[in-house]
């Protein structure tokens, strides 16, 4: 008997390794791979393709008051959005020419999905992004990789403002500084608490430095 579970216990670490193994590999098996591509690949974009629907709760809270709580439920295939807030539901489909009383509803959808998605947003959107390096995060103060993305000084909701990102060789982002465009405001977080939904990697928990900002995702769930 004893010897029957050491060898499933033996089983279960080969096969955690092995599922390591292969998620550090599905964002270095291509070496044309550029590291932002690397990036969304770790968290699973190749994955997300498959995925039919995902559904999620936006949350903020500040000094322990919510702030903000926004449910979504997004049709990839059709591309219809729905937004639950304040017991009130409101639906849009995503195409070229959106209705003015919609853009409240897309507004808020490209902020809170960016957040949720954004190493997707590295290949997805059109923005600038710098060489890595080596680089002290601004909240753990340990060493990272770090490279910057910058968006275009036109178009989009908030034209001109970048990010720098700060990941491990897992290529997985660890902590993040915002920055306004014209050098205005700046926020610092983190990204923890990872959780993987059908292949999809999502942070849940985004933190200030001091803890009295939170960020964070509930409800998640994804349909293949």
Not at 175 to 195: L, N
Request: hydrophobic share 35%; net charge negative; glycine share 4%.
């Amino acid at each position: 008997m004893k010897k029957l579970l050491f060898l499933l216990a033996l089983g279960f670490f080969v096969m955690s390794c092995n599922d390591k193994k292969k998620e550090e590999e599905s964002a270095t098996e291509n070496p044309n791979l550029e590291i932002h591509e690397k990036i969304a690949m770790a968290n699973g974009l190749k994955e997300f393709d498959s995925i039919s629907e995902i559904k999620f709760t936006f949350n903020v809270k500040v000094n322990d008051t919510l702030r903000s709580e926004r449910q979504w439920v997004w049709n990839l295939e059709s591309d219809k959005i729905s937004l639950t807030e304040k017991d009130s539901t409101m639906s849009y489909t995503k195409k070229d020419s959106l209705a003015k009383e919609k853009e409240y509803i897309d507004q808020r959808f490209v902020n809170d999905s960016y957040w949720l998605l954004f190493p997707y947003q590295l290949k997805w959107s059109d923005a600038d992004i710098s060489e890595a390096k080596t680089a002290k995060a601004p909240i753990s103060g340990k060493e990272m990789q770090m490279l910057t993305v910058s968006y275009p000084s036109e178009g989009g909701y908030t034209p001109g403002d970048s990010y720098d990102i700060y990941f491990n060789d897992d290529y997985m982002i660890q902590e993040w500084v915002y920055k306004a465009s014209g050098g205005g405001r700046e926020m610092a977080t983190t990204w923890e608490d990872y959780e993987d939904y059908e292949g999809v990697k999502i942070a849940k928990m985004h933190k200030s430095a001091d803890g009295s900002f939170e960020l964070y995702f509930t409800d998640i769930s994804v349909k293949e």
